[in-house]
Structure formats: structure tokens, C-alpha cells
């Protein structure tokens, strides 16, 4: 959303009911990537209804589920557009903390509603719930685009899912429903229970334990690091048979350390990444999900716990994905649409009103 969006022929306002809060809300808000552009309004894992259409749109109507993840833009006319991966677009635009076409910020789901063009919404089934959907925004399709692309989607492989959090619980729940056994890899011991009893896992290491960790030795078919700290990715490549593939998609504030060529030649093994999946498998993903009764494990939370909530998830203290109940929120606090509640960025001021196009605190 762009500041003082008006709906244009072919844009879509969506009326935000939930948003979740993503790793990546917490990098941002705090600067941790070196790329925060203030005043920041984050969130794109983003659920809600429509509440109005452009003269030009055609697959909407007001009412209808909807969600928009972590784009609002792209050229639309290069070859990744092209092949539907607008994603990997030069000239992508993110849903905030970006700039759009015509030069103004964008700001994000922390807020009462989002004006996206049309392109770059998805439908959400009606036997998906939206505050467990918003998620699949983000995390959802993080996972499940690689597991897609690099062929680790065939019933019967052995897939390791490092860290289990809010990518990675999601990807034990897809893993399964392609038919795989998992094996969850963590640095948290007490979410071994989590891992097999909750998500179905079928086996749990500790990554600490050495002895486990050389037990795994050269049977896993491939693994999806979605660790969220900086972390060696070595100790995964014994893990791996050959031909195997380890897919990186945590984004730490400082760098993963990466293998030694060595370790990959000998297996012919892989090291790869993948970042979020361009908007046709992003409406899939979420047809998958409504399709195998996937949904992410929530805290439904009010937006004046938001600081809290990003407190916590720097903490690891979640399980496994807060999202933003961002209707209840309004309805209680009966603001009017156009305000919003601004925490300067490092201050601890009591928050000030600001005219704007959306309503939210943030950090």
C-alpha cells in the first residue's frame, strides 16, 4: 500500500482482518539487515476481505477472501514475469519498507487495509480459515516453492527440516502431506514432542548431540534449513545421500557460514536457495493447504501486543506464528480509518497520531 492510495481500474482494497508477523518484520523494524526505511508500517503475510474494485478488475468482487503476501508490484514484462516468477523479478516490489511505481513508500498489513493491484492478490478458500492462512502468505510459500522446484515433493524421500519455527513447522506439515518422512533437526530439545506428536514427524534430532547427529549420516534425500540465526551449514552435508540437496532459506542478520567444496564433490550434492514464489505458486500453495487441511499453528494476538510480540519472537518464545487480529482490534478500539499510531523508530515516546492511509503501531 501506498500512502494516500486511491483505487485505481485495476487495483483491489482489501479490508485487513489478520496479519501475521513474520522473522522478517523483526529484521526490518529493527534495522538488522541495514535496509529499514522509516516510518515503517511491516507486515505481509496479510488476510482479509475485499472491499472494493477497480473499474478494469475482473477476478474479484467486494467480499471475497483474499490475501496478499510479500509483493505489490513488479515489470510484469521480463522473463522471470513471464515464467510466472515475479518473485526473482529486477524490479519486484516489496509489500513495505519499498518503493512503488510512482515513487511514494510501501506500508504493509500492520493496518486497516492495503490497495494492491489486482495481479498480486490471491483467494483464500472458504474451508481456510484466514487467521491460520496468513501465514501460508509468507511461510507457506517459502517452503513450498523450493520443495516444488527441486523435485523433494515425491512421496517416499527422507527430508530433514532444520529449526522448527514458523517456516519450519509449516514444512513438516507440507512434507508430510507429499508423502515424505521428516526428520526434524533443532536446536531446541523440548520441541521434540512438538515436532512428532503435534506435526507428525517421524524422528527428531537434537543438533546439539554429536552422536545423533553422525547416526544421520548420508540418509536424507534433501533438507530445508529455515533456521532464522547464522549458523555453519556443514554439519548438514554429511547428512545428505548422494545427489542430495540442501535448500537455505533463513536469512540471519549476519551470514551462514557455507560447506567446503570438498564435502559437496564426492556425493555430487547440492547447496541452493529460494526466497518466498511468484504469484501462481502462491495461489497453489494456498490451494494445497485448503485442499490437505494444512493451516499455521497461531497466537492470535491484539495490535497493541505487537512490540511485545516482536520481543518475544527475538526470544524464540512462540509457537509457532503470531498473527495480528487486526478487525477485533478496530472494532474494540473504535478508531477511525486514516489513523496511525507511529513509534518513533529507537524512542520510547507514547505514541502520537499521524494522518495516514492505514492504522497500526509498529516499532
Not at 3 to 9: F, L, S
Not at 117 to 145: M, Q, W
Not at 214 to 223: E, F, K, L, R, W
Request: contains cysteine.
Amino acid at each position: 500500500m501506498k500512502e494516500g492510495e486511491a483505487t485505481g481500474d485495476d487495483d483491489v482494497r482489501v479490508k485487513i482482518l489478520y496479519c501475521g508477523i513474520c522473522h522478517t518484520d523483526l529484521h526490518r523494524t529493527k534495522n538488522q539487515w541495514g535496509d529499514a526505511n522509516y516510518p515503517m508500517v511491516p507486515g505481509h503475510e496479510i488476510a482479509g476481505v475485499v472491499a472494493e474494485v477497480g473499474g478494469k478488475v475482473q477476478n474479484f468482487k467486494i467480499g471475497d477472501r483474499v490475501g496478499v503476501g510479500c509483493m505489490v508490484g513488479s515489470c510484469l514484462s521480463c522473463v522471470e514475469c513471464d515464467s510466472n516468477l515475479e518473485n526473482y523479478c529486477a524490479n519486484r516490489i516489496l509489500t513495505y519498507n519499498n518503493t512503488y511505481y510512482d515513487g511514494t513508500n510501501t506500508y504493509g498489513g500492520y493496518s486497516d487495509h492495503i490497495v494492491v493491484k489486482e495481479h498480486f492478490v490471491v483467494r483464500i478458500p472458504d474451508n481456510l480459515p484466514l487467521d491460520v492462512a496468513a501465514p501460508l502468505l509468507c511461510a507457506g510459500i517459502t517452503v513450498y516453492s523450493p520443495m516444488k522446484f527441486f523435485g523433494l515433493d515425491k512421496p517416499g524421500l527422507h527430508l530433514g527440516v532444520v529449526g522448527l519455527g514458523g517456516h519450519g513447522h509449516i514444512c513438516v506439515k507440507f512434507a508430510k502431506a507429499f508423502g515424505a518422512k521428516v526428520t526434524v533437526i533443532s536446536s531446541s530439545p523440548d520441541k521434540k514432542k512438538d515436532a512428532i506428536d503435534r506435526f507428525g514427524a517421524d524422528a527428531f534430532i537434537y543438533s546439539e548431540d554429536a552422536n545423533l547427529m553422525q547416526a544421520a549420516t548420508n540418509t536424507m534425500d534433501g533438507i530445508i534449513d529455515v533456521a532464522s540465526k547464522a549458523h555453519s551449514l556443514q554439519p548438514y552435508i554429511g547428512m545428505l545421500k548422494t545427489h542430495g540437496k540442501l535448500i537455505a532459506l533463513g536469512s540471519p542478520s549476519s551470514p551462514n557460514s557455507l560447506p567446503v567444496v570438498n564435502s559437496l564433490i564426492g556425493g555430487r550434492k547440492t547447496v541452493a536457495g529460494s526466497t518466498i514464489g511468484g504469484l501462481k505458486e502462491t495461489q497453489e500453495v494456498i490451494d494445497f493447504a485448503a485442499k490437505h487441511n494444512i493451516a499455521a499453528d497461531i497466537e492470535l494476538i491484539p495490535m497493541d501486543y505487537v512490540n511485545t510480540a516482536i520481543e518475544r519472537m527475538e526470544k524464540v518464545d512462540i509457537r509457532y506464528r503470531f498473527v495480528i487480529d487486526v478487525g477485533k482490534t478496530l472494532s474494540l478500539m473504535n478508531l477511525p480509518i486514516g489513523e496511525v499510531y507511529i513509534v518513533p523508530p529507537n524512542k520510547k515516546e507514547t505514541p502520537t497520531t499521524q494522518k495516514d492511509s492505514c492504522c497500526c503501531q509498529y516499532l
